[in-house]
């Protein structure tokens, strides 16, 4: 099983998170409540005493409990939970750690964005975070309706096309927090997984650095015929690997897929047989995704666009 998942929901890493996860239980427990009061009431109506029949299904009763009661209850409950919970998509102050996340089918496109929103990292698939700094999340979609959501970290928040929905995240311990896409988005919509991986700062801000500088230099080649296969076999129009040609958009950034935990979305084991296993035939793995099959390719070529890939850190 994967670190972090599944996501546990009712376990809460952070401040948003426990806020979610609090007016999560009030609602269970005034969801009890009302089950019991109903229970007895059905009770007696059924076996109570004739008086108390009469009082259970006169009309002050039906005003009180049916009327006058939910609609007190219920707009108590609606005026807490927004003032609960609305610090969950507070606007950019300009202190926040800020990433752009874009939902695609059938993966996450991240970008770490700068004070001004500038783009400067691009990865796929997993956030780093530092522990105890809010981060404003910059939600989008390219295509569909999708939902982000990290259930220990915060809230989920719809991703609509042609919108931009803010959202805040916070971790308040170093870990792997596992998330899901929340809004059914066709296809393999159950196998569209995230990791969030929240480090101590200067562990965050030594990360940032070394990835910040990998954006300018020349990628790493592990084995030339790996990188010779990744630009003749056409990987390069879909994907991007920074310092080199490659500059496809179509799908995930590979520029750091060395150090991913994990591939396909959150679905699998990041190494050597599973990426060997994705390249080779990713429909037998997560049906409908939109990366062709490549089974013409021997396992020796496998193997060389693997090594390449896996020298992408």
Same mark, same amino acid.
């Given at each position: 099983?994967?670190?972090?998942?599944?996501?546990?929901?009712?376990?809460?890493? %952070?401040?948003?998170?426990?806020?979610?996860?609090?007016?999560?239980?009030?609602?269970?427990?005034?969801?009890?409540?009302?089950?019991?009061?109903?229970?007895?009431?059905?009770?007696?109506?059924?076996?109570?005493?004739?008086?108390?029949?009469?009082?259970? %299904?006169?009309?002050?009763?039906?005003?009180?409990?049916?009327?006058?009661?939910?609609?007190?209850? /219920?707009?108590?409950?609606?005026?807490?939970?927004?003032?609960?919970?609305?610090? /969950?998509?507070?606007?950019?102050?300009?202190?926040?750690?800020?990433?752009?996340?874009? +939902?695609?089918?059938?993966?996450?496109?991240?970008?770490?964005?700068?004070?001004?929103?500038?783009?400067?990292?691009?990865?796929?698939?997993?956030?780093?975070?530092?522990? +105890?700094?809010?981060?404003?999340?910059?939600? =989008?979609?390219?295509?569909?309706?999708?939902?982000?959501?990290?259930?220990?970290?915060?809230? $989920?928040?719809?991703?609509?096309?042609?919108?931009?929905?803010?959202?805040?995240?916070?971790?308040?311990?170093?870990?792997?927090?596992?998330?899901?896409?929340?809004?059914?988005?066709?296809?393999?919509?159950?196998?569209?997984?995230?990791?969030?991986?929240?480090?101590?700062?200067?562990?965050?801000?030594? /990360?940032?650095?070394?990835?910040?500088?990998? =954006?300018?230099?020349?990628?790493?080649?592990?084995?030339?015929?790996?990188?010779?296969?990744?630009?003749?076999?056409?990987?390069?129009?879909?994907?991007?690997?920074? %310092?080199?040609?490659?500059?496809?958009?179509?799908?995930?950034?590979?520029?750091?897929?060395?150090?991913?935990?994990?591939?396909?979305?959150?679905?699998?084991?990041?190494?050597?047989?599973?990426?060997?296993?994705?390249?080779?035939?990713?429909?037998?793995? $997560?049906?409908?995704?939109?990366?062709?099959?490549?089974?013409?390719?021997?396992?020796? =070529?496998?193997?060389?666009?693997?090594?390449?890939?896996?020298?992408?850190?």
């Amino acid at each position: 099983m994967l670190q972090g998942w599944p996501p546990p929901v009712l376990d809460p890493a %952070g401040p948003y998170a426990t806020s979610v996860s609090l007016l999560s239980w009030i609602l269970f427990g005034m969801g009890a409540a009302v089950l019991v009061i109903v229970l007895v009431a059905l009770y007696l109506a059924l076996f109570g005493r004739p008086a108390l029949q009469a009082k259970v %299904g006169g009309k002050t009763a039906i005003w009180v409990g049916g009327v006058a009661f939910p609609l007190v209850v /219920l707009t108590a409950l609606l005026i807490y939970g927004l003032s609960l919970t609305r610090h /969950l998509s507070d606007p950019i102050t300009g202190n926040e750690l800020r990433v752009r996340v874009t +939902g695609e089918m059938w993966w996450w496109r991240v970008a770490y964005l700068d004070g001004s929103g500038r783009e400067v990292v691009q990865d796929a698939n997993e956030l780093h975070i530092p522990v +105890g700094r809010p981060v404003v999340l910059e939600l =989008q979609s390219a295509d569909v309706i999708h939902s982000f959501w990290v259930p220990r970290l915060s809230g $989920k928040l719809d991703m609509i096309p042609g919108r931009r929905n803010l959202m805040r995240i916070q971790a308040d311990k170093a870990g792997v927090f596992g998330g899901q896409c929340a809004e059914y988005c066709g296809g393999p919509h159950a196998l569209m997984g995230f990791k969030v991986i929240a480090h101590q700062p200067a562990q965050f801000a030594q /990360l940032m650095a070394a990835r910040m500088a990998r =954006q300018t230099s020349a990628a790493p080649v592990a084995a030339g015929a790996g990188a010779q296969l990744f630009e003749s076999t056409g990987c390069s129009s879909c994907h991007r690997i920074a %310092g080199t040609g490659a500059n496809g958009l179509a799908g995930p950034d590979l520029t750091h897929v060395g150090s991913r935990s994990s591939l396909g979305a959150g679905i699998l084991p990041n190494n050597r047989g599973t990426l060997m296993g994705w390249i080779g035939n990713s429909q037998a793995i $997560k049906p409908n995704n939109r990366m062709p099959p490549y089974t013409v390719l021997p396992a020796d =070529q496998l193997n060389a666009l693997a090594t390449y890939l896996e020298a992408q850190k």
